[in-house]
């Protein structure tokens, strides 16, 4: 049976009403879905890439649940509780949860890591019909006894294969024990390796199966790139792309909190307006980062993979790997982050010579080759440009526009960067290794972040966006 609206599905009234206000007026596939089996008392096992409508698809079956139930929940009990990976994640789950309660009388609260203990406490010692958490934080207030799970009718782990990644494991299983026998248990994934399908078959109760798109595919609208480049050259090439203004929402990934870090330093010398999101960062500044980027005060998000799960930012132009992830399911949830509720995206990925064996993962799990441009210095590599086209940069001259999401021609041997022919101020590139004006002249490859720094001293002054 197929729903082509929300009415038809049983939820309370107050949640179709909220639906209607937030211009939700037609299920995605997975909410099609998901909702009928929830709605009829079963388990769920669902594969889902993010943007997919996931967190509507399984709050709103239980929303309606618990807006049915009466009497006043005792003291210290949670009626659903939902687990996700990231702080960002369970503040996004939360924030979309009171947006379809609307004025409907359900309490949520958000347990989290990092956040003050006390006043979680507090919320929970009145009992709360929702708390949405991270593992960590809910197991130690559930050792500490200052709640309890035996009434909880309704668990949900959200991105689980990321809170397997993140060693959360252990506290789940603790968690799920602690809830009431005969629940309700939901568990969505972007990806099903064993150790999560293992998970789902001791968590789960005959759950009903539902996948969007077949594990490890990436968004159809999507389109993804890689640029083979030196790893001293990905400053400049990413500099170069930036050039161009449709880029206008990036997120740049990079593999670790230190590279983040080093990466958003680097483009806030260059003169980019830049906010970071890594673990490291406490979580006001993690917020206050992502506030920026979305408000669209920075243009650029630097960020590493735990601290962007589950981030849903509207409008996300391009996704840039800067380097590539260690796991390549990784890969699928960053580029993810763009290409959401039907727009169109880009996913470019800088790759140098010691991440060919994680190219070659990323395209075995999503069952593609990505077109590639630019090149490996001598030695470094042995790929090139493409089908014959090793497309060794050549300085200065004839050098065409960056790849950029209005140029979508994907050949292969399209240059990685560099002057644009159209450059307004007729400035020579700055930052272009071959300009004989930047970090590189001399002919040095390797961009002098000193040079830079003194270059863009005035430009900066003002600019930075004080979140990276
Ligand atoms: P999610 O996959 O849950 O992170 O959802 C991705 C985005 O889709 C969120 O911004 C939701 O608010 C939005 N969304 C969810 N369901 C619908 C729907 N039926 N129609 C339009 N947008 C939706």
């Given at each position: 049976?197929?729903?082509?609206n929300?009415?038809?599905f049983?939820?309370?009234?107050t ?37 997919s409508g996931?967190?509507?698809a ?11 139930r ?14 996700a ?34 006043s ?8 709360a ?15 500490e006894r200052?709640l ?9 782990l ?5 809170m ?24 969505f994934s972007?990806t099903?390796p ?13 759950p ?19 640029i ?24 740049v ?6 590279g ?6 680097g483009?806030?010398?260059d003169?980019?307006k ?8 406490s ?8 506030r920026s ?14 601290a ?13 790997n ?11 949830h ?20 010691s ?5 070659r ?17 001598e030695?470094a ?11 060794r940069?050549r ?17 292969a041997?399209?240059p990685?960067?560099?002057e ?8 020579p590139n ?5 300009s ?15 040079t830079?720094r003194?270059?863009?001293a ?6 930075r966006?004080?979140?990276?």
């Amino acid at each position: 049976m197929t729903h082509s609206n929300f009415a038809g599905f049983g939820l309370a009234d107050t949640l179709v009403r909220s639906l209607a206000d937030a211009g939700f007026t037609k299920p995605t596939p997975i909410q099609e879905k998901a909702i009928p089996a929830q709605m009829a008392g079963r388990d769920l096992l669902g594969i889902a890439q993010t943007g997919s409508g996931k967190t509507a698809a399984f709050s709103l079956p239980i929303l309606t649940a618990l807006m049915k139930r009466e009497g006043k929940r005792a003291s210290r009990s949670v009626g659903a509780l939902i687990l996700a990976p990231t702080r960002e994640l369970a503040v996004q789950i939360n924030d979309m949860i009171r947006t379809y309660v609307g004025r409907g009388h359900l309490s949520s609260v958000l347990v989290l890591g990092g956040m003050s203990r006390q006043s979680q406490i507090n919320k929970l010692a009145r009992g709360a019909d929702v708390v949405v958490a991270t593992p960590g934080r809910l197991a130690d207030l559930l050792d500490e006894r200052k709640l309890r799970l035996d009434l909880t009718q309704h668990l949900v782990l959200d991105e689980a294969d990321r809170m397997l990644d993140m060693g959360f494991i252990a506290p789940i299983r603790k968690i799920a024990s602690a809830c009431a026998q005969d629940r309700q248990t939901v568990m969505f994934s972007a990806t099903m390796p064993p150790e999560i399908a293992k998970l789902a078959a001791s968590l789960l109760n005959d759950p009903v199966r539902v996948e969007v798109a077949p594990q490890g595919t990436t968004v159809d609208a999507i389109e993804q790139k890689i640029i083979l480049s030196g790893s001293k050259l990905k400053r400049s090439v990413l500099n170069g792309l930036l050039e161009d203004e449709g880029l206008s929402r990036v997120i740049v990934f990079a593999r670790t909190k230190h590279g983040a870090d080093k990466v958003a330093k680097g483009l806030d010398l260059d003169g980019h307006k830049v906010a970071a999101i890594h673990g490291n960062k406490s979580q006001n500044a993690r917020q206050s980062a992502l506030r920026s980027f979305r408000d669209g005060h920075v243009r650029l998000l630097v960020a590493t993979d735990i601290a962007a799960r589950g981030i849903d930012v509207p409008d996300i132009s391009h996704v840039i790997n800067y380097d590539l992830p260690d796991e390549a399911e990784n890969y699928v949830h960053r580029i993810g982050r763009t290409g959401r509720n039907g727009a169109t995206g880009l996913a470019i990925s800088l790759v140098d010579g010691s991440e060919l064996k994680k190219l070659r993962d990323v395209e075995k799990l999503i069952r593609k080759t990505l077109p590639r441009s630019g090149s490996l210095p001598e030695g470094a590599g042995t790929e090139t440009a493409g089908a014959g086209a090793p497309s060794r940069r050549r300085p200065g001259n004839g050098q065409k526009r960056p790849v950029s999401g209005r140029r979508r021609d994907a050949s292969a041997d399209a240059p990685v960067f560099g002057e644009k022919a159209d450059r307004p101020s007729g400035q020579p590139n700055r930052h272009h290794p071959a300009s004989g004006k930047g970090p590189n002249r001399n002919g040095a490859r390797k961009p002098r972040w000193s040079t830079a720094r003194k270059q863009n001293a005035a430009g900066r002054r003002g600019k930075r966006s004080g979140a990276a």
